[in-house]
């Protein structure tokens, strides 16, 4: 396989020796390499050229049989010679006597005479007649001194005839007969044969299995082999054998765990023939690992001598199988796992136990000292530090070895004192309850009520508490807690038990009832011990938790900002008393706009130490995916959501437990915000909610995601029917809607687009009164968005451009994007070309950079319309071809309406409705209401719909001398623009006005400096 280079070097040079003296070649290369293949394959070629060819093979077998060689060589000459030839026929006799007598010692010439040299000579010229003569000669290293001083007699004999010899040695084997070889060999080419290249390897591979191997699998076989052909073959067919069964091929990573006898009994055999320190050293080295090893630790290991090591080490290099350098390593790895599995369990125990004992008395790095521990599987005695146990644990950890890792974290409970026994003891609860939760919950529980260390029993109990959230059985549940309690009965945290059980019903219940039981938890002294201020850990997590409750409840966001606030400024162990503990008191502030102070908190935690990603930092990622969300990085979101289910799996959370659930709907989210609706709705379907759905209150970000989708495939009816559930499970568990930043981004907007426009009136102002109070432009931006969009009009417009200096103040692309691509339409519809190109483009700008490709599209559609050079868009042009009755027409229909509701509405004639609604489908280029799901797939098409389509008249406000904005506005605290909105009111000449017909909030107040755009 391969070799057409080398190949090629030898055709060229047979041809050469017709016209030239004997042409010498000696290939080399490591054992395996292919030397043995290049010579028969250049032996068959030159056969079909026409050349005798004489084949030599030194094998072991016949090394010590007196005569074999030059037998073969005599043979080799007459089996080419025609039957009967009168010149074979004489070097035969010729031999024979000669044979017969005394073996000469290395006087093959004075011996042998004039006579013989005639003979061959005769024999030589008869055979190269037409083509030279090629003599190959295998292993030439093994041949005996008169085999070898007898070839070269022809060779010197035929000096002015064609013949070329072709001989291969092994790297670094010293030759039987050294100064006969060299002899032979005197100026001979080289030809040095590597490994096979990565094309080379990937034929191999492909061509002995029975199916095409999968990406990256011929590169690691290449790894492994460093491309030496007979180690590729034998994994292949290890390959073979291991997926017999199934018919496929491994994953490549399966490949290291390879175990070769057939390598091994190669490399050893050739190495004990040599020199057995060889062999011993080879095996030292493989002990070393793949990292490699110092000189003096493989001499320990290898039993000999710095300089016996040393030479025996100059052996390896020279054949091949170790690198030059003074890190001794193998090669191959395939080499060093076959040397280590072909030892005994106990040789290799005793050998690993050696290396980590002269590793551990010369002061090495843990790790050494670790990797070695952890590769014996003898009981440990006490001689080992508990660094370095702890160490051997966490490797073996991550090599998924929980045996190897119990066993040095037991032991290093015993010899540890002070931090390292905390992580021992740690260590061990978390691998007792991932390989067995009840058991490993039990033992967790008796080692509180064992333990008088306060760090101990409180990470124990954030452990116990994590591993309850994969706790089904409600019995199962409390009978852990009340094992807990007894355990922890006197002590600082005896309450958790408590806590625990309120936060259990967090989300089952009304959060205005948990937080008054966690503000009754938070007032008790649970005992003397306590911090003398009252805020022991205990307190701290039930406040985090209570902050979030009345975050969900509370108008005042302030007051759970400074609450969370308070127990974020904590140590963080008080908060991991319980996992949700740090989650409740980040989301509050995200929700609240905070998002940078957020991020920064994010960090402050301790090592997660010898178990994976526990679960209160699990629980952190839908809220690092917010702050992703917040900065309009959709990706980022997304990838950390997906880790979150995975992680949530992982530890035994259920599906429809309370945080798979927000991550779910969170990555629906943003799934639907990315365009892949598809993907969204069967994310849901997988997960049991796009049917009914429990009654619990956190089902409603999942209500929100679903309303989104309905409202993009142009069922408006249903979306209409999730938001009305959405609100009826808010108003029952006593929340407020404005609570999380879908709705403040989506919700209002998508109630006003369903025709629910009073409702999405209140809510955008309920909206803008709770970014006022949390102080964050990101959030007043959102506010002022929504409410734009819902009023409409000029006015509309104004609150968008305030909005926009908002949100681009703040750096927030997304939403950014979001009110610009509002803003198009209107400006498109004003006959404003040149400035609705403008905003449309940096909207698309800014939503291409956060894969928001949905509004991609609309954007580009809305600029098609605008921009008279750009191609048009058939059903968009219609729209603006529509009369204002044809449009809310139109829009009552695509709500859900029959044409005799809107006809009742509209106060006009049913047949009147029908005419209104023909001439728009004609406009619009479709049929009737089943067109509708396919027209709402065009993103730019509602937002240019219901731009300045009317609102539903409500009541004039009952003080005409204040600002229709409901509540009328603080009176401490007031921004520069409140003030001289107030100013205005107070003097009718500054020409400030309100319509009262079409209720709005005084876009003028919203801001500290004018707005611009003709406001």
């Known amino acids: 396989m391969g070799r057409q280079a080398e190949m090629r070097l030898l055709r060229r040079a047979r041809h050469d020796s017709t016209d030239r003296l004997p042409a010498r070649y000696a290939v080399t290369g490591e054992a395996g390499i292919g030397r043995t293949s290049l010579l028969r394959a250049f032996a068959v070629t030159s056969r079909h050229k026409g050349c005798a060819v004489v084949d030599l093979v030194c094998t072991e077998q016949r090394h010590y049989i007196p005569w074999a060689l030059l037998d073969d060589l005599v043979g080799g000459f007459a089996d080419c010679l025609p039957p009967g030839c009168e010149q074979g026929v004489e070097l035969h006799d010729i031999y024979k006597k000669l044979s017969q007598g005394p073996v000469p010692d290395g006087a093959v010439p004075r011996v042998w005479g004039a006579e013989i040299a005639v003979a061959v000579q005769n024999v030589v010229s008869q055979l190269t007649v037409k083509a030279p003569l090629v003599i190959t000669i295998d292993d030439a290293d093994r041949a005996d001194a008169l085999s070898l001083s007898f070839l070269r007699c022809v060779v010197e004999a035929c000096s002015h005839l064609p013949v070329m010899l072709v001989a291969s040695v092994q790297n670094g084997v010293p030759a039987a007969a050294p100064s006969e070889l060299a002899e032979l060999l005197v100026g001979a080419q080289q030809v040095h044969l590597g490994g096979l290249s990565e094309q080379e390897t990937a034929a191999l591979v492909r061509s002995r299995l029975p199916r095409p191997p999968g990406t990256g699998f011929a590169d690691a076989c290449r790894r492994l082999t460093a491309g030496n052909p007979f180690m590729l073959v034998e994994l292949v067919r290890w390959v073979r054998d291991t997926v017999r069964d199934t018919g496929g091929v491994p994953d490549p990573e399966v490949l290291d765990t390879a175990v070769l006898p057939a390598v091994a009994e190669v490399v050893t055999r050739r190495l004990n023939r040599i020199d057995p320190r060889a062999g011993r050293l080879a095996e030292a080295i493989a002990i070393a690992g793949d990292g490699g090893a ?38 191959h790895s395939l080499v060093r796992n076959a040397l280590v599995g072909g030892m005994t369990l106990m040789a290799r125990n005793a050998a690993h136990l050696a290396a980590a004992t002269y590793l551990h008395e010369r002061r090495a790095p843990a790790e050494r000292v670790a990797a070695h521990l952890i590769a014996s599987a003898v009981p440990l005695d006490g001689s080992w530090p508990a660094g370095v146990l702890l160490q051997a644990a966490r490797s073996a950890l991550a090599a998924d070895d929980t045996d190897t890792a119990l066993r040095c974290l037991e032991h290093a409970a015993q010899v540890a004192s002070g931090d390292e026994h905390r992580q021992a003891v740690l260590g061990i609860a978390d691998i007792r309850i991932r390989a067995d939760r009840a058991r490993g919950l039990d033992a967790a529980v008796a080692t509180l009520a064992g333990t008088t260390d306060e760090v101990v029993r409180a990470r124990l109990l954030e452990r116990v508490g994590s591993a309850l959230y994969g706790v089904d059985s409600p019995e199962e549940r409390q009978r852990v807690l009340d094992a807990t309690a007894v355990a922890v009965a006197g002590t600082e945290v005896a309450h958790w038990p408590r806590l625990h059980r309120i936060a259990w019903h967090l989300y089952d219940r009304l959060p205005g009832l948990t937080s008054e039981l966690l503000d009754e938890l938070i007032a008790s002294r649970p005992d003397p011990l306590a911090d003398a201020d009252g805020t022991d850990g205990l307190r701290t997590a039930a406040s985090a938790v209570a902050a979030l409750c009345r975050h969900l409840t509370d108008e005042a966001p302030e007051s759970a900002v400074g609450q969370a606030r308070r127990a974020l400024g904590r140590p963080a162990d008080e908060l991991c008393l319980h996992p949700l503990a740090r989650a409740a008191a980040l989301t509050v502030l995200v929700d609240n706009g905070h998002h940078e102070e957020a991020a920064a908190r994010l960090g402050d935690d301790d090592q997660a130490g010898l178990r994976p990603r526990p679960l209160y930092r699990v629980l952190l990622l839908p809220v690092a995916a917010r702050i992703a969300l917040a900065r309009g990085r959709l990706d980022i979101a997304r990838e950390q959501l997906s880790e979150c289910l995975r992680e949530l799996a992982r530890h035994g959370v259920g599906p429809g437990s309370p945080a798979r659930v927000a991550a779910l709907a969170a990555l629906a989210d943003v799934l639907i915000s990315q365009g892949e609706n598809d993907r969204a709705r069967m994310l849901l379907r997988r997960y049991r909610c796009w049917g009914d759905l429990p009654p619990s209150w956190h089902y409603r970000d999942v209500l929100m995601a679903r309303a989104r989708l309905l409202a993009a495939d142009g069922d408006l009816p249903g979306a209409a029917r999730d938001l009305a559930e959405l609100h009826a499970r808010n108003k029952g568990a006593g929340l407020r809607v404005a609570v999380t930043a879908s709705w403040r981004t989506h919700g209002a907007i998508l109630l006003h687009q369903v025709g629910r426009s009073d409702e999405a009136l209140e809510l955008a102002r309920e909206q803008l009164r709770f970014a006022h109070r949390a102080g964050s432009p990101q959030e007043r931006g959102r506010a002022l968005r929504a409410l734009s969009r819902v009023s409409g009009g000029p006015r509309g417009e104004r609150l968008l451009r305030a909005a926009a200096r908002l949100l681009k103040a703040e750096g927030s692309e997304l939403d950014l994007a979001y009110c610009l691509a509002d803003l198009g339409p209107s400006l498109t519809r004003r006959n404003r070309p040149d400035e609705a190109i403008a905003v449309l483009t940096q909207a698309i700008g800014l ?6 490709r949905p509004l991609v599209e609309r954007g580009r559609q809305l600029l098609a319309l605008a921009d008279d050079r750009a191609p048009r868009h058939s059903s968009l042009r219609g729209v603006l071809a529509l009369t204002a009755r044809e449009r809310q027409i139109l829009i009552d229909a695509a709500r859900g309406l029959t044409n005799e509701r809107i006809a009742t509405a509209l106060r006009i004639t049913r047949r009147t409705v029908e005419l209104h609604l023909s001439s728009a489908y004609r406009k619009l280029g479709i049929t009737g209401r089943r067109d509708f799901p ?11 719909l219901t731009e300045g389509a009317p609102v539903a008249r409500q009541s004039a406000p009952a003080d005409p001398g204040r600002c229709v904005s409901e509540p009328p506005c603080p009176p401490f605290g007031l921004v520069p623009g409140v003030l001289r909105h107030r100013a205005a009111m107070r003097d009718p000449r500054a020409g400030h006005h309100h319509e009262r017909t079409h209720p709005a909030v005084c876009a003028s107040c919203l801001g500290d400096s004018p707005i611009s755009g003709g406001s």
Do not use: K, S, Y
């Not at 110092?294 to 054949?319: E, F, Q």
């Not at 939503?847 to 928001?852: F, I, L, P, T, V």
């Open 294 to 331: 110092d000189i003096p630790l493989i001499a320990h290991l290898a039993g000999t001598g710095l300089g016996d090591t040393l030479t025996a080490a100059d052996l390896l290099v020279r054949m091949g199988l170790v690198a030059d350098d003074n890190t001794l390593l193998l090669r």
């Open 847 to 852: 939503a291409g950079r956060c894969g928001a």
């Open 934 to 944: 396919e027209m709402f797939r065009d993103p730019g098409l509602w937002p240019l």
